[in-house]
């Protein structure tokens, strides 16, 4: 009874040796398999998920920006999957293996999901009239987003962030921008360089150079159209139609002569009502001045 009680003491030590050397071994065991599952992590990470970003866009024919990213096991191979949103408004699916970092698949989503990059600066401009200065495709609050700055004709940078999915403007914002001039100034060079009323005026960009493209109705009964530097208000460019549109200063002075007699004390061609007109000032016979209104397009008396 003693010795089995012995005996079953010693297989019980005996069990409790073993099974202490169990998981003692276990616990090599599970340590290795932990440094091996580390080592494979690392050779499958080889290539970091910014190397992977920027294989994805260089793989890409038009400029984009990264929509996500993140690391998959595909037919047991760890690749990275790339999600990049083009210029064109065009989705991307790039997968770039994770050990060689080279692309292994690029897919292309056929229908246009996103505004191009065209689209959202025509959006800005349509807002804010002037000159596209710079446009860049950007995630804000996991949102893609064009951040373009438009040099408007107020004289001020506007900065307008436009959603990509539906192209609402999240964010219009506004400094003054001192290197250009506003369309006001610019009107009043074009003006003392040709005298004449404004026909029409905008903000383009010619050569890379935003400049003012000011229309006029010159003195001389023909159009001038002016390109001016948007900075400096140089004349650039000058081109002037060869027909005569509108009849000139000489014939409006003669035509109010006509209407009031003396001497011709000043005109200028202006704009009422929809209807160019030169206003003509008259010192008359009887020493009182008299404005005359002649219509520059067919030379008869406004009242």
Known sequence: MGITKVLSGAALGTILSISSLTSAHAAVIHKDGAAQAKVETKQEASVSIAKAKEAALKNCSCKGAVQSAQMKKINGTYVYVVNILDV?????????????????????????????????????????????????????????????????????????????????IVKHDIKDNQRYMTRTKAESFALSHCKGAVKSSEMKKENGVSVYVVSIFGQDGKLHTLHMDGKSGKVLKEEVQKKQVLIASEKAHSIALSHCSGTVKSSEMKKENGVYMYIVKIAAQNHMVQTVKVNAENGTICK
């Open 88 to 168: 064109k408004g065009m989705q991307h699916t790039v997968n770039v293996n994770c050990d060689s970092g080279k692309v292994v698949k690029h897919q292309i989503e056929k229908k246009q999901q996103f505004i191009s990059k065209t689209g959202a600066e025509k959006i800005a401009l349509k807002n804010c009239k002037g000159t596209v200065k710079s446009a860049e495709l950007k995630t804000e609050n996991n949102v893609m987003v064009y951040v373009v700055q438009v040099s408007g004709q107020d004289g001020k940078l506007h900065t307008i962030h436009i959603n990509c999915k539906n192209s609402k």
